[in-house]
């Protein structure tokens, strides 16, 4: 779930982006897993699905290589765009689904940006 306002626009990385509705300092937690919000399933759950929801899940969800699950956020945090120099980085220190911490000052109206290599094995990313 995200613990920072934020607003969805059209993103000049990727379709729709994730963007800042405050300033963000560094070391601020953006995003945490909340259990009966967010969505953790198995990759043989995700295969059970119909084709549809197993494209829908895997377009909008993503396989966390740490743990083996697939992790769907129900809030807007799944619009984060990819970037190989992000401003929101996971952390697995404190919680096994990992958190997204601010790793520099986020400015209001910046796209919030993750490096999806950080969290999961993907096919269309080129390797690291």
């Not at 919000?37 to 966390?64: C, I, R």
């Not at 980085?89 to 490096?115: F, M, Q, S, W």
Request: hydrophobic share 35%; glycine share 6%.
């Amino acid at each position: 779930m995200l613990l920072v306002k934020t607003t969805l626009a059209p993103s000049p990385i990727h379709g729709s982006g994730l963007f800042s509705n405050e300033p963000i300092a560094s070391g601020t937690d953006v995003w945490r897993f909340q259990e009966g919000f967010d969505l953790e399933k198995t990759p043989a759950e995700v295969a059970a699905l119909p084709t549809v929801a197993q494209d829908w899940f895997k377009k909008y969800g993503y396989l966390d290589h740490h743990i083996d699950q697939y992790i769907l956020s129900f809030d807007d945090a799944r619009f984060m765009n990819h970037s190989d120099d992000p401003n929101v980085r996971p952390d697995y220190n404190r919680h096994r689904c990992a958190v997204g911490i601010a790793v520099r000052d986020i400015a209001k109206g910046e796209e919030l940006t993750i490096n999806y290599r950080e969290l999961e094995h993907s096919s269309w990313l080129s390797p690291a």
